[in-house]
């Protein structure tokens, strides 16, 4: 249910940390801007909205989101536009995924009202925090806990639901060496797996920290009943370039995470006259199709890094090598992102968002 939310109460704070910051090439995740955004959910209502000095938050030891976990986030970018104004990437997407988030983890749904409103005013109050650099961005990251005091597992009473930013410079990430996963799951038919839910990250260290032992950058999921089709990398959805189609994987069985920037691929590769199928993908269909030298591009996508391409892929005792110098489809798609995200083209899908 929809409640009006109250209006968003401001408060500035009286020195800000942007003068001691340089923003070009500013690394992802680490610095935060001057203000946050903060809502409580008590008595089942939303209220207490609130734009305040970033900062420290008190939280009890019996918090039960530290306990059991109802913990969900988003992650969003807004970008530079020219001229100097701001636009937010498809924020509706986000804001949509992050209620089917809630729901899942039986947690109360967010109003439009807090959550693009909210994240609008943040802002607009922070804007000079935005990098107007070339390829850089102000990451946003709403997120939401539970906030009761209790040991007991069931669900909180209530929850507190916040928004903060960071600037961010290029995230350039090196062509990856991928590790194919076929002990450890991330997601399950009937699981989490389609939610943004911070349980889902915490059970995926392991195997992403025991690949990295072996050299490797990430695993590729494969599903929990064969480990024969695969499903997503870390915090990317994952792309084929097969037989000159494009193949990535359908969100049917709700354990992929529904990618705005997967969806986004999708529609400018259609728009480019490319095939595109969303099916199941076997691991053995991949190592058949690289043998017969049809399988020529592999990358992720998602929020963070736009697009990172697959250098190696690694199955058994079979590795797959794609040669970075020669990939034609991965960079014409994050091309085409590129111009739609910084307003160098018509936004003919209507996914910027200006602030
Ligand atoms: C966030 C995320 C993605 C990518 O989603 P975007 O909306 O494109 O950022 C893919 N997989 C997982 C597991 C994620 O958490």
Do not use: C
């Amino acid at each position: 249910m929809m409640i009006a939310a109250p209006d968003i109460q401001v408060e500035r704070s009286t020195s800000s940390k942007l003068p001691g910051v340089v923003l070009e090439n500013i690394p992802f995740g680490r610095v935060f801007t001057d203000h946050m955004l903060e809502a409580d959910f008590e008595g089942g209502e939303w209220k207490n909205v609130r734009i305040k000095p970033y900062g420290p938050i008190e939280v009890d030891p019996s918090n039960a989101a530290w306990h059991y976990g109802q913990s969900i986030f988003e992650g969003i970018k807004a970008y530079p536009l020219p001229g100097g104004e701001v636009a937010i990437f498809r924020p509706y997407d986000n804001f949509r995924r992050f209620n089917i988030s809630a729901r899942r983890m039986q947690m109360p749904e967010v109003p439009e009202e807090i959550f693009i409103e909210g994240m609008r005013q943040l802002i607009a109050v922070d804007k000079d925090w935005m990098p107007h650099y070339p390829n850089h961005a102000l990451y946003i990251r709403p997120f939401m806990f539970a906030s009761d005091n209790a040991i007991g597992v069931r669900p909180s009473e209530n929850y507190k639901f916040m928004v903060i930013l960071s600037p961010s410079g290029p995230y350039y990430t090196a062509p990856m060496r991928i590790y194919v996963e076929e002990q450890y799951v991330r997601a399950v038919k009937g699981g989490v797996g389609y939610a943004k839910t911070a349980g889902n990250y915490a059970a995926a260290m392991l195997a992403t920290a025991e690949a990295r032992a072996q050299g490797y950058d990430q695993v590729l999921w494969t599903d929990a009943f064969e480990h024969r089709y695969v499903q997503e990398i870390g915090t990317m959805n994952v792309f084929f370039v097969l037989d000159g189609k494009v193949v990535t994987p359908d969100l049917s069985a709700g354990t992929i995470l529904a990618g705005v920037t997967r969806d986004s691929v999708i529609t400018v590769l259609r728009e480019a006259g490319v095939v595109v199928e969303e099916r199941a993908i076997a691991i053995e269909e991949l190592l058949t199709a690289y043998k017969a030298g049809q399988l020529t591009e592999a990358f992720g996508a998602g929020t963070a890094a736009t697009i990172s391409t697959i250098k190696e892929l690694r199955y058994k005792e079979e590795v797959m090598h794609f040669d970075p110098a020669s990939l034609r489809m991965t960079p014409m798609v994050l091309e085409r992102l590129n111009a739609i995200r910084y307003g160098h083209v018509p936004d003919v899908h209507e996914w910027l968002f200006r602030v």
